[in-house]
């Protein structure tokens, strides 16, 4: 059973720009908090972005704040993630994945073990 499920990912110049999306199946977004993580080949798992489910608050890595920005449609029960001036230490597969709670989206609660349901992630490839 597929609950989220994203698209968008790619191969992109460094500098370039992608978006990347979350769409749930059967699953409703809105009720939770998502999350977007990355893992690189021979590194572990990290938190990328974050958006609650109360006020829409966002929480960003240091490694891409400035760069990415997370939004939710709940109209089309879909998360973004939009990724500009990517770098090539950009690329990894990034999962989206939804949490129970707000209080995992946070700086210091922003964890992979934290999430409950994760999708089967997209490649992002940044190179020239």
């Known amino acids: 059973q597929v609950l989220l499920v994203e698209s968008g990912g790619g191969l992109a110049q460094p500098g370039g720009s992608l978006r990347l999306s979350c769409a749930g199946s059967s699953f409703t977004l809105n009720y939770y908090p998502i999350a977007w993580f990355r893992q690189a080949p021979g590194k572990e798992r990290e938190g990328v972005s974050c958006i609650s489910v109360n006020d829409n608050n966002t929480y960003y890595a240091d490694s891409v704040k400035g760069r990415f920005t997370i939004s939710r449609d709940n109209a089309k029960n879909t998360v973004y993630l939009q990724m500009n001036s990517l770098k090539p230490e950009d690329t990894a597969v990034y999962y989206c994945?939804?949490?129970?709670?707000?209080?995992?989206?946070?700086?210091?609660?922003?964890?992979?073990?934290?999430?409950?349901?994760w999708g089967q992630g997209t490649q992002v490839t940044v190179s020239s």
């Open positions: 994945a939804a949490a129970y709670i707000d209080y995992y989206c946070s700086p210091h609660e922003f964890k992979s073990t934290s999430y409950n349901y």
